[in-house]
């Protein structure tokens, strides 16, 4: 078995011409998942059962299931609704970009209002009786003491579910998208050399998902000065 | 019932379900005047005091602040913790934020003072508890002795008519005890009316008015210091005394 | 709904299959996860290394990639070694199950390193130094003491792993393996019903995750009941 680097060499930059797509994929589901899942997060916490429970079901069903089978159900399925067909939002079902920018955002929106909700029941309850007794208002307290700790005690987890995200967007190659992963299929197809040019993708991944903790970590770093003494 | 009170407590029960923490609360508290309450643990002395700023909510009976009752009407609640200050003894300072601003967060807020105003009154007050170099630094930064003084600073940023203190001290290491409670009696020297729990029994005897003994939800026995310490009545009082001064 | 009569006995055998992968992959996950624990733990900075490049590869890499390269390149490789000891043998498979099974095990096996390792480092040292005190063997000490409470601190990231494993068993599906996604596949090219059919996909596969969560909420209230006060 030889390991051919010439074919290396010729694979990378074409499968790097997908990596536009594969960020768009990326940073589109993460911002729309993140307005999401705040208002998921939100509503699970209202205290009203006709809020809380749509969230909660919500919430189940897309942590419950394989993302694969949310791409597929939304690609392959919506198309046979005749109510998606005739709707003004068909020409967002048409596209296979779009089915996979609601797949995964369905997705990651399920899992991030979790970890919303994990910070915001971390926030130390003394803190918030403190500004209880002080007169400020549930909403004033909400915003000024809850988000900010909260978002900080999150933010390790979301991360995490960011770099997932990153790996999900892999799967948009099953539904004909030309990421890095379907560039490097339909490479491997043609060359019959899966072991270099998946290995040179996996790479890729790797410093991708390198670079993303990196900056994570930052990120945290910078809002998590006052925990330092 | 003198017009001069400016708590009033009649008949106050509280229940957490089958457990019930208060009975048959009878309380009244003058302006100006300092309160210690003490007990074992579980006799409800916090949850009491939790009662007046609402943090609890009161099941039976009336508690009536400066002339207004407390009930579940939002503008109640925030006109009665505008003027009730309360100190935790977990200090409770907001984390993320500096000093200065812990203190001058509820001011703008809550009294809708101008940013350059709250700022003198936070500056002023950090002077008051003697920590005015500290004012840029985060809590995490400061010993607990600081934190604490800090807490009380902050609560008297909302110039109160009341301050609340629960067990201020019992987080505290030892030699950091003094300091808070010099701050304390610095307080009550000028007249701020106080309901303090607490088990540090040096303070009551030469600061407060009345010491409150409270043991399993009900007021046991109230007298001046003096008589107090040196006179219990009750039994259940004669006893938490033995244990609480023979150490 | 009667477009489903014919296919009920293939999504039953394809739900028997997501259930072998589960306990085959749960095995090794767990092997995995505690060989890497204990690497990390270790003071052999060899092991200590490997265990991390374990942990950056399989956590930085997409679980399909992962799947296609334990599947394609293992038969490659397993060919051109069988091709050693004898020259005649044109292919070596790997079936997809196994292919498959693996794949995911050696992913959430990286996970669960972390999570071992922080269920062991977890563990109430007062307790340990007690139970020295008292005279306890080193193995003693782990059977009785680090060990209970180990489980009862990873058992929730555990669980998750487990539902990890579930959902990842949907993209062996890819290779061909015969569960129930590939057996949509073949049922949506026959009766055209590609909705109704993922749908069925998504209600067996949260059958399965609902029976797991269930399960780790009962352990969790198992391992808790000596913790139950009553006032």
């Not at chain 2, 700022?119 to 010993?143: C, F, H």
């Not at chain 2, 030469?206 to 007298?223: N, P, Q």
């Not at chain 3, 505690?34 to 956590?59: C, E, H, M, P, W």
């Amino acid at each position: 078995m030889s390991f051919d680097f010439t074919l290396i060499i010729d694979a990378v930059p074409k499968i790097l011409l997908g990596i536009g797509l594969t960020f768009q994929l990326l940073v589109v589901s993460a911002v729309l998942g993140l307005v999401l899942a705040i208002g998921i997060m939100l509503m699970r916490i209202s205290g009203k059962w006709y809020l809380s429970w749509p969230a909660q079901i919500y919430i189940y069903i897309f942590r419950g299931t394989p993302i694969l089978v949310q791409i597929f159900i939304v690609y392959y399925g919506f198309p046979q609704l005749e109510f998606i067909r005739e709707s003004f939002i068909w020409p967002l079902f048409r596209d296979p970009f779009g089915c996979a920018i609601v797949a995964l955002t369905l997705n990651t929106g399920a899992y991030v209002s979790e970890i919303l909700r994990g910070g915001v029941m971390g926030v130390d309850r003394g803190i918030l009786e403190a500004g209880t007794a002080l007169g400020l208002s549930v909403r004033q307290r909400f915003i000024h003491l809850t988000s900010p700790i909260a978002i900080r005690l999150a933010l390790p987890a979301y991360g995490n579910d960011v770099i997932s995200l990153l790996k999900s967007t892999a799967l948009a190659s099953t539904i004909t998208l030309a990421d890095m992963t379907g560039i490097a299929r339909t490479i491997v197809a043609q060359t019959f050399a899966p072991y270099e040019i998946f290995i040179s993708l996996a790479i890729i991944y790797m410093i991708l998902t390198w670079i993303l903790q990196k900056s994570l970590g930052r990120v945290e770093r910078y809002l998590g000065r006052y925990m330092q003494k | 019932m003198t017009s001069n009170a400016v708590i009033q407590m009649r008949n106050v029960g509280k229940s957490f379900g089958t457990f019930q923490a208060l009975k048959g609360i009878n309380l009244e508290v003058a302006k100006g005047e300092r309160i210690v309450v003490c007990g074992p643990s579980g006799s409800g002395k916090s949850t009491m005091i939790r009662c007046i700023n609402r943090l609890e909510k009161h099941d039976e009976g009336k508690i009536i602040i400066d002339g207004k009752e407390l009930t579940d009407q939002v503008d109640d609640i925030n006109a009665v913790r505008r003027e009730v200050g309360m100190v935790f003894q977990s200090f409770n300072l907001f984390p993320h934020m500096t000093i200065l601003k812990n203190l001058m967060l509820a001011q703008r807020l809550v009294r809708k003072t101008s940013k350059a105003e709250a700022r003198d009154t936070a500056m002023q007050l950090l002077e008051r508890v003697k920590i005015p170099e500290q004012a840029d630094k985060y809590p995490i930064q400061l010993s607990g002795g600081q934190q604490q003084r800090v807490a009380i600073a902050r609560t008297l940023c909302m110039k109160p008519k009341i301050i609340l203190f629960d067990e201020p001290t019992s987080a505290l290491d030892p030699e950091m005890i003094n300091e808070v409670l010099e701050v304390m009696t610095d307080l009550a020297s000028y007249g701020m009316t106080m309901i303090c729990v607490t088990h540090e029994m040096g303070f009551a005897r030469s600061v407060a008015d009345r010491v409150i003994f409270m043991d399993a939800g009900e007021i046991v026995e109230e007298a001046e210091p003096e008589a107090f310490f040196s006179n219990p009545k009750n039994d259940r009082t004669k006893k938490f005394l033995s244990q609480i001064l023979s150490h | 709904m009667d477009i489903l009569v014919g296919w009920w006995d293939d999504y039953f055998w394809g739900s028997v299959v997501v259930a072998q992968v589960f306990v085959c992959s749960l095995i090794l996950m767990i092997i995995f996860g505690l060989i890497g624990a204990a690497a990390k733990l270790s003071d052999n900075f060899i092991a200590q290394k490997l265990a991390n490049g374990y942990t950056i590869v399989f956590r930085g890499t997409p679980e399909i990639l992962v799947i296609l390269l334990l599947y394609f390149g293992s038969a490659i490789a397993l060919t051109s070694i069988a091709q050693i000891f004898n020259p005649d043998i044109k292919f070596f498979d790997v079936p997809p199950f196994w292919a498959g099974t693996i794949a995911i095990a050696l992913i959430v096996g990286s996970y669960a390193t972390e999570t071992f390792r922080g269920a062991f480092l977890g563990v109430n040292p007062g307790s340990i130094e007690a139970a020295r005190a008292l005279g306890m063997s080193n193995l003693q000490t782990f059977i009785y003491v680090r060990v209970p409470e180990m489980w009862r601190l990873a058992l929730p990231a555990f669980g998750n792993h487990m539902l990890s494993l579930v959902k990842d068993t949907a993209l062996i599906s890819i290779i061909g393996l015969n569960e129930t996604l590939f057996v949509a596949k073949q049922a949506i090219g026959t009766t055209g019903e590609p909705f109704i059919m993922y749908i069925v996909v998504g209600l067996i596969y949260l059958g399965f995750s609902t029976i797991i969560t269930l399960s780790v909420m009962g352990l969790e209230r198992f391992g808790q009941r000596h913790l139950v006060s009553s006032r």
